[in-house]
């Protein structure tokens, strides 16, 4: 439910421990092909922390799949948009953490970002992993 903020959550969304390297490798190489100052590290930083996996969110979306079939329609409705709502909070959060860090950015950084975080390019260099 990250966007392309984070093709943009990076490339992003991943959860489970097969993900995890994967998006740890894209964000280490986004990190080296950006070239950040000393003065953007901090921003990175608070990038990189925003933008990763939640515990708390991914607990609240198994909790929510395992009730879902045990509660009557009206409940399970009622879960479902607060679901929605909660996801769209968090979205929200993700967009505005990824949009503080782009604006530190120069305008060659910002084309390398643009660039390495485009869905088809994620695609890609996924797909150019696999053997």
Not at 32 to 50: N, V
Not at 79 to 101: E, G, K, N, T, Y
Request: glycine content about 4%.
């Amino acid at each position: 439910m990250r966007i392309s903020v984070l093709a943009c959550c990076l490339v992003f969304g991943a959860s489970g421990a097969l993900a995890a390297p994967a998006v740890n490798a894209e964000l280490l190489r986004l990190h080296d092909d950006l070239h950040l100052s000393e003065a953007q590290e901090a921003g990175w930083r608070d990038y990189t922390l925003a933008i990763g996996p939640d515990p708390q969110v991914e607990a609240r979306h198994r909790a929510a799949a395992e009730l879902l079939p045990a509660v009557p329609t009206p409940r399970r409705i009622a879960l479902m948009q607060a679901a929605m709502d909660s996801d769209a909070a968090d979205f929200r959060r993700h967009a505005a953490a990824v949009i503080a860090f782009y604006n530190q950015l120069t305008p060659a950084q910002q084309r390398t970002f643009d660039q390495e975080t485009a869905p088809r390019a994620a695609e890609e260099r996924a797909g150019a992993e696999q053997p």
